[in-house]
């Protein structure tokens, strides 16, 4: 059974009053990189896979995306995406990504942005996504970086000079990983860095660019904590071509 | 002016001590996959970028290559390979990865073990290769694995209870590690994960395949060292098409 953390209302208000979920695209210091990777949206059709608030939707259709479906789990996800983020053109659908159905060669870009690193049945999904894309559609999305999810014990190790380390263990055991992030008991699938761009390519994918995201200085200027990231990246972002 | 290791006695003798350097390829625990990643070379004409003592070369013409070209920066390494591994069709050539010219569309297999972590400019040698290649063509590496080559102290940390962690630090910041290895003032050149991909896909590569090297069950039971590998992979194996 998917795990819908979302939809605990405790948990719900704590992801509340996340930058990314108050200051929408722009609260999420990844955005302009992801931005870069999806280009021009212009006439297309656009599929969210774990939509939340529906900052994403929104944003495609004020770039000219001609319809966007924005796919969740959570009820309340979908109930504020429906009244911050809803426009003509954007539909909001719930759904599981472990066992979810997509019409066939629908979509020109599929996007999905720190969702797949709950999904337990990933090769079924991309399938799903491949399927539902037309030939040349891409698929550009994020996860949480396969360093930040191996950790039996993911806490910085911080030595006497204030040195920071990330204790890497684990790495080529994937699955399941149990950790507190708002609430306790959240779990994430653990994947390496191949798993993630094997399981496109043996689908039909072409993969064309990754990037483990990192800070510009001035971001980190502005959020002097951004500077860890630096020492172990926190997300991977990839764009695949159908 | 590129680091030659392998022409210093000293170095030299301490490498020749290793196992895949006694026992050529199979000394290697990675041969198998990257073999597998080879697949058919049968009437191939195949180079080896860092070809040391040349058992690639020589196992190429027993997998019938029609011809193979050995590179090393070393006149030792390739000394040695003239002693033990040369017959008709191959040859050794001495040169280094950081300048080298290829032929144009002469080779159908580009091969290299353990040698482009040592390569400062990585860009132009992978245009080098693509352009040796013919359409269709293979370019199958092994490299350490940025997460061997990222710390600034590369030390396992063990707990009380014998728990290991790998320190990850600076792995975005790429460019020379110097290390211990045989040898003091070993340099290594840093990547990520994401450049190594990157610099393939941007040359005009399509990456086929990727494996973050681990052991076996078998080859754990032969020698149990190799399990910390499953915490932290040593290498990273990538196949690229022309």
Redesign the interface.
């Known amino acids: 059974l998917t795990q819908n953390l979302y939809d605990n209302p405790d948990f719900f208000e704590g992801y509340s009053k996340f930058e990314r979920s108050i200051c929408g695209l722009d609260g999420a210091p990844e955005w302009a990189s992801l931005r870069a990777m999806l280009g021009d949206l212009s006439g297309s059709r656009a599929v969210d896979l774990g939509c939340g608030y529906g900052w994403f939707c929104r944003w495609a259709r004020d770039q000219e995306a001609v319809s966007v479906l924005g796919i969740d789990i959570s009820e309340l996800m979908l109930a504020r995406a429906r009244e911050l983020t809803i426009g003509a053109g954007i539909d909001y659908l719930l759904g599981d990504l472990e066992s979810l159905d997509l019409p066939e060669a629908s979509f020109d870009i599929a996007y999905s942005s720190l969702a797949l690193h709950y999904v337990e049945r990933l090769p079924a999904l991309i399938e799903t996504i491949y399927d539902s894309l037309v030939p040349g559609g891409r698929f550009i999305f994020s996860v949480e970086h396969p ?1 930040l999810t191996a ?3 993911p806490e910085w ?1 911080v030595d006497p000079n204030g ?11 994937e699955g399941s990983r149990t950790t507190e992030w708002i609430t306790s008991g959240v779990v994430k699938q653990h994947r ?3 798993t993630y ?2 399981v496109l ?1 043996k689908q039909g994918f ?7 995201w ?1 800070p510009t200085d001035e971001q980190v200027k502005q959020r002097p904590s951004l500077a860890e ?5 926190s997300f991977l972002l990839i764009s695949a071509r159908r």
């Open positions: 360093l950790p039996s014990t190790i040195n920071k380390a990330w204790p890497v263990d684990s790495y080529l055991h390496t860095f191949t761009l094997n390519i072409t993969v064309q660019h990754v990037e483990e990192g990231e630096r020492h172990r990246p």
